[in-house]
């Protein structure tokens, strides 16, 4: 098991690593139980999708020297959303490959302070800060390899929560992958927040697109929020959610916690 930080302390799942699987044809897990990363194989080098906590920087190195992909062969780095729990590794990941960072300007400004002046954590939740390469707007393909990956801006969870569809294969059929952004409000205040004036708008809009991504299998930064569980790490999930149903359990939760704050406020 991953060591705990003395700063950032997780439940052990978060630092649980598995054996890493295969998700299709080029797409790899390779992450912990509860903390997704997403190895994407390609002729002409891989890509990395999110990374977890600090600590977990050797494991995905070696787990990419396993899997055939020396430090040089990562080209490119995807992320979801600037916390700890799935940025943490990725500038120690980038220093030992030179692979580029890709995210959209909005995450680019958080990861830049490493975290510092969060609008719902403050300064808690600090990570080693890391540079964007490439900024990408809604919609924009990232290609290498022949492998094609669309960013979707999906806010909400923070300002610039971003999820990653792309097309592999599985079975010698064609399988469109859905790697969808924390949907979740931990917390968060809701009503009138003076950093997020928007931030109930952006999470419908947010429900809205996820439910229309092309979605065959949907992959989340924590694995539980899709169902996947600690005994079942494996490809395909017993249980698969989709994409929609996904979404609408989101926005379940957020209207649960909207009644409570409006009941609470004065």
Not at 151 to 169: E, N
Not at 189 to 199: D, S
Request: charged share 20%.
């Amino acid at each position: 098991m991953l060591p705990q930080l003395k700063a950032y302390e997780t439940v052990d799942s978060w630092r649980q690593p598995v054996p890493p699987f295969a998700l299709a044809d080029s797409s790899w897990y390779i992450g912990t139980e509860g903390l997704s990363a997403v190895l994407v194989k390609t002729p002409d080098g891989a890509v990395l999708i999110d990374g977890g906590l600090p600590q977990a920087a050797d494991m995905l190195l070696q787990r990419m020297r396993a899997l055939g992909v020396a430090p040089a062969d990562l080209k490119l780095i995807l992320h979801s959303h600037a916390h700890i729990d799935h940025i943490g590794p990725l500038a120690a990941v980038k220093r030992a490959t030179g692979a580029r960072m890709v995210g959209s300007a909005e995450s680019a400004v958080l990861l830049a302070r490493g975290g510092g002046d969060d609008i719902h954590y403050g300064d808690e939740l600090v990570f080693p800060p890391v540079a964007i390469d490439r900024i990408v707007m809604d919609g924009e393909v990232v290609s290498l390899g022949g492998m094609a990956f669309t960013a979707h801006f999906t806010p909400g969870h923070t300002p610039g929560s971003t999820s990653w569809t792309w097309q592999d294969q599985r079975d010698g059929q064609p399988l469109r992958i859905a790697y969808v952004d924390s949907l979740s409000a931990p917390g968060y205040r809701l009503l009138e927040n003076p950093r997020y004036p928007r931030i109930v708008e952006d999470y419908r809009r947010t429900f809205a697109a996820v439910r229309a991504l092309p979605c065959d299998l949907l992959l989340t930064p924590h694995p539980g929020a899709s169902g996947w569980t600690p005994a079942e790490t494996r490809a395909p999930h017993a249980r698969p959610m989709g994409c929609a149903a996904y979404a609408d359990g989101a926005e379940r939760a957020l209207d649960a916690e909207l009644a409570k704050q409006r009941e609470a406020s004065p």
